[in-house]
Protein backbone atom coordinates (compact mmCIF):
# COMPACT_ATOMS: atom_id res chain seq x y z
CA UNK A 1 0.00 0.00 0.00
CA UNK A 2 2.53 2.63 0.79
CA UNK A 3 4.58 1.36 -2.23
CA UNK A 4 1.35 2.54 -4.58
CA UNK A 5 0.96 5.76 -2.60
CA UNK A 6 4.66 6.55 -3.71
CA UNK A 7 3.85 5.46 -6.83
CA UNK A 8 0.99 7.85 -7.41
CA UNK A 9 3.04 10.54 -5.41
CA UNK A 10 5.61 10.37 -8.05
CA UNK A 11 3.13 10.09 -11.14
CA UNK A 12 0.76 13.67 -9.92
CA UNK A 13 4.80 15.38 -9.61
CA UNK A 14 5.77 14.31 -12.93
CA UNK A 15 2.55 15.55 -14.08
CA UNK A 16 2.88 18.70 -12.86
CA UNK A 17 6.22 19.19 -13.95
CA UNK A 18 4.79 18.10 -17.21
CA UNK A 19 2.00 21.42 -16.60
CA UNK A 20 4.51 23.80 -15.66
CA UNK A 21 7.14 23.05 -18.68
CA UNK A 22 4.11 23.06 -21.51
CA UNK A 23 2.78 26.64 -19.71
CA UNK A 24 6.87 28.39 -19.86
CA UNK A 25 7.25 26.84 -23.68
CA UNK A 26 3.81 28.45 -24.48
CA UNK A 27 4.52 31.67 -22.77
CA UNK A 28 8.05 31.70 -24.28
CA UNK A 29 6.15 31.24 -28.06
CA UNK A 30 3.98 34.08 -27.16
CA UNK A 31 7.01 36.41 -26.74
CA UNK A 32 8.16 35.66 -29.84
CA UNK A 33 7.13 38.33 -32.76
CA UNK A 34 5.06 37.12 -35.69
CA UNK A 35 6.71 36.76 -38.76
CA UNK A 36 6.17 39.53 -41.32
CA UNK A 37 4.41 38.31 -44.41
CA UNK A 38 6.59 38.31 -47.50
CA UNK A 39 5.10 40.43 -50.51
CA UNK A 40 5.88 39.80 -53.61
CA UNK A 41 6.25 43.00 -56.26
CA UNK A 42 4.40 43.34 -58.98
CA UNK A 43 5.30 42.26 -62.65
CA UNK A 44 6.26 44.97 -64.37
CA UNK A 45 6.22 44.74 -68.26
CA UNK A 46 9.08 46.35 -70.04
CA UNK A 47 7.74 49.16 -72.64
CA UNK A 48 8.04 48.44 -76.05
CA UNK A 49 8.62 50.80 -78.25
CA UNK A 50 7.04 49.61 -81.36
CA UNK A 51 3.57 50.20 -82.94
CA UNK A 52 2.22 49.45 -86.59
CA UNK A 53 -1.07 50.09 -88.43
CA UNK A 54 -2.44 48.58 -91.55
CA UNK A 55 -5.17 50.90 -92.92
CA UNK A 56 -7.34 51.87 -95.71
CA UNK A 57 -6.10 54.90 -97.44
CA UNK A 58 -8.06 57.77 -99.07
CA UNK A 59 -5.88 60.01 -101.18
CA UNK A 60 -8.21 62.78 -102.50
CA UNK A 61 -6.21 65.41 -104.37
CA UNK A 62 -7.14 69.64 -104.58
CA UNK A 63 -7.67 69.54 -108.53
CA UNK A 64 -5.54 71.85 -109.22
CA UNK A 65 -2.74 73.40 -111.31
CA UNK A 66 -1.76 74.98 -115.07
CA UNK A 67 0.02 74.50 -118.07
CA UNK A 68 2.39 77.38 -118.21
CA UNK A 69 2.03 78.19 -122.56
CA UNK A 70 -1.64 77.94 -122.34
CA UNK A 71 -3.81 80.84 -120.27
CA UNK A 72 -6.60 80.08 -118.31
CA UNK A 73 -5.23 76.33 -118.15
CA UNK A 74 -6.12 73.97 -115.24
CA UNK A 75 -5.22 70.38 -114.61
CA UNK A 76 -7.66 68.00 -112.76
CA UNK A 77 -5.68 64.92 -110.83
CA UNK A 78 -7.92 61.48 -110.25
CA UNK A 79 -8.52 60.39 -106.18
CA UNK A 80 -7.24 56.78 -105.18
CA UNK A 81 -8.14 54.36 -102.66
CA UNK A 82 -4.82 52.09 -101.91
CA UNK A 83 -3.92 49.79 -98.46
CA UNK A 84 -1.35 51.90 -96.81
CA UNK A 85 0.86 50.50 -93.66
CA UNK A 86 2.50 52.83 -91.03
CA UNK A 87 5.47 51.74 -88.57
CA UNK A 88 5.47 54.39 -85.23
CA UNK A 89 8.46 54.33 -82.76
CA UNK A 90 7.81 55.77 -79.44
CA UNK A 91 10.73 57.28 -77.71
CA UNK A 92 8.62 57.96 -74.60
CA UNK A 93 4.92 57.19 -73.63
CA UNK A 94 4.11 60.68 -74.90
CA UNK A 95 6.45 61.35 -78.31
CA UNK A 96 6.70 59.25 -81.87
CA UNK A 97 7.60 59.22 -84.75
CA UNK A 98 5.54 57.26 -87.51
CA UNK A 99 6.73 56.33 -91.69
CA UNK A 100 3.49 55.47 -93.57
CA UNK A 101 4.83 53.46 -96.62
CA UNK A 102 1.64 53.09 -99.57
CA UNK A 103 1.60 53.58 -103.07
CA UNK A 104 -0.90 55.20 -105.48
CA UNK A 105 -1.60 55.67 -109.02
CA UNK A 106 -3.11 59.10 -110.38
CA UNK A 107 -4.69 60.15 -113.76
CA UNK A 108 -4.17 63.65 -114.85
CA UNK A 109 -6.38 65.30 -117.43
CA UNK A 110 -6.73 69.19 -118.85
CA UNK A 111 -9.27 71.43 -117.78
CA UNK A 112 -10.33 75.40 -118.69
CA UNK A 113 -10.18 76.66 -121.84
CA UNK A 114 -10.75 74.28 -124.92
CA UNK A 115 -6.99 74.21 -125.83
CA UNK A 116 -6.24 71.77 -122.29
CA UNK A 117 -10.16 70.85 -121.70
CA UNK A 118 -10.54 67.46 -121.69
CA UNK A 119 -6.78 66.84 -122.37
CA UNK A 120 -5.21 63.31 -121.65
CA UNK A 121 -2.29 64.51 -119.70
CA UNK A 122 -0.82 61.17 -118.80
CA UNK A 123 -0.91 58.61 -115.92
CA UNK A 124 1.73 57.95 -112.86
CA UNK A 125 2.25 55.51 -109.77
CA UNK A 126 3.57 57.35 -106.64
CA UNK A 127 5.41 56.52 -103.72
CA UNK A 128 5.20 59.20 -101.09
CA UNK A 129 6.84 58.21 -97.63
CA UNK A 130 5.84 60.46 -95.02
CA UNK A 131 7.67 61.00 -91.89
CA UNK A 132 5.85 63.08 -88.81
CA UNK A 133 6.92 63.86 -85.46
CA UNK A 134 4.00 62.92 -83.24
CA UNK A 135 2.81 63.78 -79.41
CA UNK A 136 0.60 61.09 -77.75
CA UNK A 137 -2.08 62.13 -75.16
CA UNK A 138 -2.47 59.28 -72.76
CA UNK A 139 -4.99 60.74 -70.02
CA UNK A 140 -7.90 59.26 -71.63
CA UNK A 141 -8.28 55.43 -71.35
CA UNK A 142 -8.56 53.92 -74.22
CA UNK A 143 -8.73 56.88 -76.04
CA UNK A 144 -5.04 58.02 -77.28
CA UNK A 145 -5.77 60.87 -79.56
CA UNK A 146 -2.36 62.53 -81.08
CA UNK A 147 -1.32 65.30 -83.36
CA UNK A 148 1.71 65.23 -85.54
CA UNK A 149 4.05 67.23 -87.91
CA UNK A 150 6.59 66.46 -90.86
CA UNK A 151 7.91 66.00 -93.79
CA UNK A 152 7.01 63.98 -97.13
CA UNK A 153 9.17 62.96 -100.09
CA UNK A 154 7.40 61.79 -103.19
CA UNK A 155 8.85 59.57 -105.97
CA UNK A 156 6.77 59.21 -109.13
CA UNK A 157 7.36 56.08 -111.46
CA UNK A 158 6.18 54.48 -114.37
CA UNK A 159 4.50 57.44 -115.81
CA UNK A 160 3.29 57.68 -119.59
CA UNK A 161 1.44 60.06 -121.52
CA UNK A 162 -2.00 59.88 -122.61
CA UNK A 163 -1.68 59.80 -126.06
CA UNK A 164 -4.85 61.02 -127.16
CA UNK A 165 -6.15 64.45 -128.82
CA UNK A 166 -9.08 66.16 -127.28
CA UNK A 167 -11.69 67.96 -128.61
CA UNK A 168 -8.97 70.48 -129.92
CA UNK A 169 -7.00 68.33 -131.39
CA UNK A 170 -4.32 68.48 -129.11
CA UNK A 171 -2.06 65.32 -127.73
CA UNK A 172 0.27 65.24 -125.27
CA UNK A 173 3.19 62.24 -126.51
CA UNK A 174 4.94 62.68 -123.30
CA UNK A 175 4.64 63.40 -119.68
CA UNK A 176 7.13 63.63 -117.07
CA UNK A 177 6.00 64.61 -113.05
CA UNK A 178 8.80 65.38 -111.07
CA UNK A 179 10.08 64.14 -107.61
CA UNK A 180 8.81 66.69 -105.10
CA UNK A 181 9.42 67.35 -101.00
CA UNK A 182 6.06 68.84 -98.79
CA UNK A 183 5.85 69.86 -95.49
CA UNK A 184 2.65 67.27 -93.95
CA UNK A 185 0.37 67.73 -90.70
CA UNK A 186 -1.39 65.18 -88.81
CA UNK A 187 -4.02 64.68 -86.71
CA UNK A 188 -6.07 61.22 -85.63
CA UNK A 189 -6.49 58.20 -82.67
CA UNK A 190 -6.30 54.93 -82.00
CA UNK A 191 -8.51 53.64 -79.43
CA UNK A 192 -7.40 50.37 -77.87
CA UNK A 193 -9.53 47.39 -77.40
CA UNK A 194 -6.91 45.36 -74.86
CA UNK A 195 -3.28 46.23 -74.57
CA UNK A 196 -2.15 45.29 -78.14
CA UNK A 197 -5.07 45.26 -80.41
CA UNK A 198 -6.95 48.70 -81.77
CA UNK A 199 -8.50 50.63 -84.36
CA UNK A 200 -7.12 53.92 -85.95
CA UNK A 201 -8.22 57.06 -87.74
CA UNK A 202 -5.71 59.62 -89.10
CA UNK A 203 -5.71 62.57 -91.66
CA UNK A 204 -2.81 64.30 -92.98
CA UNK A 205 -2.68 67.09 -95.46
CA UNK A 206 0.07 67.18 -97.62
CA UNK A 207 0.87 70.65 -99.36
CA UNK A 208 2.75 68.69 -102.80
CA UNK A 209 2.91 70.66 -105.84
CA UNK A 210 5.26 68.99 -108.18
CA UNK A 211 6.18 70.70 -111.17
CA UNK A 212 5.41 69.20 -114.94
CA UNK A 213 6.99 68.99 -118.12
CA UNK A 214 6.12 67.50 -121.78
CA UNK A 215 6.00 67.08 -124.96
CA UNK A 216 2.91 67.93 -127.17
CA UNK A 217 2.07 68.01 -131.33
CA UNK A 218 1.65 71.67 -131.01
CA UNK A 219 5.70 71.87 -128.96
CA UNK A 220 7.13 71.31 -125.31
CA UNK A 221 4.94 72.07 -122.60
CA UNK A 222 5.69 72.99 -118.72
CA UNK A 223 3.44 72.78 -115.61
CA UNK A 224 2.71 72.56 -112.43
CA UNK A 225 0.19 70.24 -110.59
CA UNK A 226 -0.93 70.92 -107.36
CA UNK A 227 -1.81 68.06 -105.75
CA UNK A 228 -2.15 69.02 -102.32
CA UNK A 229 -4.01 65.98 -101.36
CA UNK A 230 -5.69 65.40 -98.04
CA UNK A 231 -4.83 61.66 -96.67
CA UNK A 232 -7.22 59.97 -95.14
CA UNK A 233 -7.22 56.70 -93.63
CA UNK A 234 -8.66 53.94 -90.80
CA UNK A 235 -7.42 50.96 -90.16
CA UNK A 236 -5.86 48.51 -87.30
CA UNK A 237 -3.36 48.68 -84.84
CA UNK A 238 -1.06 46.92 -82.81
CA UNK A 239 0.40 47.63 -80.05
CA UNK A 240 4.21 45.69 -79.20
Known amino acids: MKKMRSVLRSLIAAAAF ?8 AAEAADVAAPKPVYKAPVIEPFNPWMIRLRALGVVTRNSGSVDQVPGSGLSTSDAIVPELDITYFFTKNIAAELILGTTRHHVTGTGVAATNGLDVGKAWLLPP ?20 GVNYTWFYSQ ?4 TPNGAGVIIT ?32 LWLRPSWDGD ?3 GP ?20
Not at 160 to 163: L, T, W
Not at 177 to 201: C, E, R, S, T
Not at 221 to 240: E, H, Q, R, S
Open 216 to 218: SNV
Open 174 to 205: RSHLHNAWAPALQIGFDYMIDKHWGFNVDVKK
Open 160 to 163: SAGN
Open 18 to 25: GAVALTTV
Open 130 to 149: TLTLQYHFTDFGAFKPYIGA
Open 221 to 240: LTGKVNLDPWLIGAGVTYKF
